[in-house]
């Protein structure tokens, strides 16, 4: 009720990895008390995903979502529909470096500039897994936080989701979809 999901596309265009935002659903300001994510509208926005895309793989990050998942695997199947729980930080860790030196990188990660995905990824912070690790040293793992802000972040860690999942799932025609994250 207090937090944020979101459905983040990423599709390979020539060769080059773009995200997209497919739909976020964010608290409102004047929300009343009670207010939760409209899973009605969560649920309907998976089915035309699937309807109108060939999805590859959609990483869903469990919380609050696990009987939600476990009926898309059912429907989509096990191959396609995968727990990625953002808590596992070694996993987690190499989804977030991966599209660290794809946003570092010239010409090799692009987005939609979509309003919730620009919002939540400019507010994720980045923590060191290892504290004893230098900063920089080149092999320095981080996981994405929020800031001391508490801005949302949920559409940003689906970015990161969407491009792990575009980038390690077996391999599909180029410009076809694939997406991830659920928060």
Not at 109 to 124: I, N, Q, R, V
Not at 171 to 183: D, I, N, T, V
């Amino acid at each position: 009720s207090q937090d944020a999901t979101a459905l983040i596309g990423c599709t390979l265009i020539n060769g080059v990895p773009h995200t997209f935002e497919i739909g976020a659903w964010v608290r409102p300001e004047s929300a009343p008390k009670g207010w939760r994510i409209p899973r009605t509208e969560v649920h309907d926005k998976v089915r035309e995903t699937f309807e109108v895309f060939d999805v590859g793989l959609m990483l869903c990050d469990p919380p609050k979502w696990q009987t939600d998942i476990e009926g898309w695997m059912e429907e989509y199947g096990e191959e396609v529909v995968v727990f990625f729980d953002t808590n596992v930080t070694t996993r987690m860790a190499r989804a977030c470096d991966r599209w660290l030196v794809a946003v570092a990188g010239e010409r090799t990660y692009t987005h939609d500039g979509a309003k919730f995905l620009t919002e939540h990824t400019l507010a994720m912070h980045k923590r060191k897994v290892r504290l004893k690790d230098e900063d920089d040293d080149g092999r320095t793992k981080y996981v994405f936080v929020k800031g001391p802000d508490k801005a949302k972040i949920d559409a940003g860690i689906g970015g990161v989701l969407a491009l792990e999942a575009c980038m390690t799932m077996p391999a599909m025609a180029e410009a076809q979809p694939f997406f991830g994250s659920w928060r």
